[in-house]
Every structure is written in C-alpha cells, then in structure tokens.
C-alpha cells in the first residue's frame, strides 16, 4: 500500500501466477475464538491444580497455554473473567452431574453423595472451589462480576430443591415439610461446609 493512494490491485493474471507459487489459493486462516478462550481457561486451571490458586497470573496461564500475553487480552481483558468463565463451567458440570441422577427412586446415602458433589470434599476440589473464593473477593472491586456469583447462587439453591423434591417422591421427606423452606436451610449447610472444607481442610470427610 502506498501511503495516500487506493492499495494497489494485482491484475488477475498476476494474482494466478502468485497462487501457483505459493502452492494454491491464499485462504485465510479460520480462528475457533470459543475453542481459544476455552483453552485459556483449561491452562488455567492446569495451573492451578498444579501449583495452587496462588500461581494463577496472566503470564502463567499465557505460558501453560503457549499463548502470548497479547492473545489471552485479546480474549479476556482481565484476569477476573477467566475465572469467572471457569467458574460458570464448574456450576454446568455440577448441574450437568444432579440432573443425570434419577432422583425419583433415592436412598438415603444416595441422597447425601448428592449433596457431597456440590461441598469441595477433595484436595483437587478444593483447589478448584479455591477459584470461587478468588472470584467473590475479586467481585467487591469489580460489579460486573456479581452475576456469576448470584447464578451460582441460585445453581446450588435450584439442586437442593430438586434433591429434596426427590427424597419427597422416595419417601425421605415428610410431606408436611415445606421442600422451599429446607432447599434454603440446605442451601446454607452447603455453603458452610464448602468454606469449613477450605478453611480447615482436616475438618472434611475425603
């Protein structure tokens, strides 16, 4: 391109004989930007299964990821929304696991490795839920980030709901209870667990 002049246009011949050169036609090359962002996230959670949450920064998720730190801006303008991108996968695959379950025909132990899947019972989810304490602190400096915590919110209110609609259905739950009213109660127990297990590891059955 000459500076101040319309680009300069090869005649067709010419652009023939360029392709012949280069082996065939000049395709441009197609980008999956949803399977790049997804490999960020994956790179970053290898970091932090790997070497802790603590590890997790933009030059450390662009070096697992073989990415420059360019590129993971490209995709995510802060640190924060990866983790919130993450986030937002583990509440799917959680969802995903409780409504695989036939929750029509429980038992009692069925009932409470149910309830198990959504309490960070392991190093591996603990280092995961980790990434959810990351996000609720990251959320006082940045509101954008609020939904994700709210939709968790709601993911883990929305399962225990269900899981006690099923102990109903199985005879677990006595038809006088109000399943509303113990889906918040379990919902709290949850999230005190979660954070007993985070906190004090030693406290928290494998």
Same mark, same amino acid.
């Not at 954008?144 to 109903?168: C, E, I, K």
């Given at each position: 391109r000459v500076s101040g002049h319309s680009p300069v246009m090869l005649p067709r011949r010419c652009r023939g004989n360029l392709d012949s050169a280069l082996g065939g036609p000049i395709v441009p090359k197609i980008v999956d930007h949803d399977a790049r962002r997804q490999a960020i996230v994956e790179a970053m959670w290898r970091v932090v299964l790997r070497d802790g949450f603590a590890a997790v920064s933009v030059r450390s998720v662009a070096a697992e990821a073989e990415m420059s730190k360019t590129m993971i801006g490209h995709y995510f303008a802060k640190q924060a929304d990866v983790l919130a991108l993450a986030v937002e996968q583990t509440i799917d695959s959680v969802t995903e696991q409780i409504d695989a379950d036939d929750l029509d025909e429980l038992t009692l132990d069925r009932a409470v490795s149910i309830v198990l899947t959504?309490?960070?019972?392991?190093?591996? @989810?603990?280092?995961?839920?980790?990434?959810?304490?990351?996000? #609720?602190?990251?959320?006082? $400096? *940045?509101?954008? &980030?609020?939904?994700?915590?709210?939709?968790?919110?709601?993911?883990?209110?929305?399962?225990? @709901?269900?899981?006690?609609?099923?102990?109903?259905?199985?005879? #677990?739950?006595?038809?006088? $209870? *109000?399943?509303? &009213?113990?889906?918040?109660r379990l919902h709290a127990l949850i999230d005190g667990l979660s954070l007993q297990s985070l906190t004090d590891p030693g406290s928290a059955r494998p």
């Open positions: 959504m309490i960070p019972t392991t190093k591996r @989810r603990r280092q995961e839920a980790s990434v959810w304490l990351a996000l #609720l602190a990251e959320s006082e $400096r *940045d509101p954008d &980030l609020r939904p994700v915590l709210s939709h968790l919110n709601a993911s883990v209110l929305d399962g225990a @709901r269900q899981l006690l609609d099923g102990m109903r259905s199985s005879g #677990l739950l006595a038809q006088r $209870r *109000d399943v509303e &009213l113990e889906a918040r």
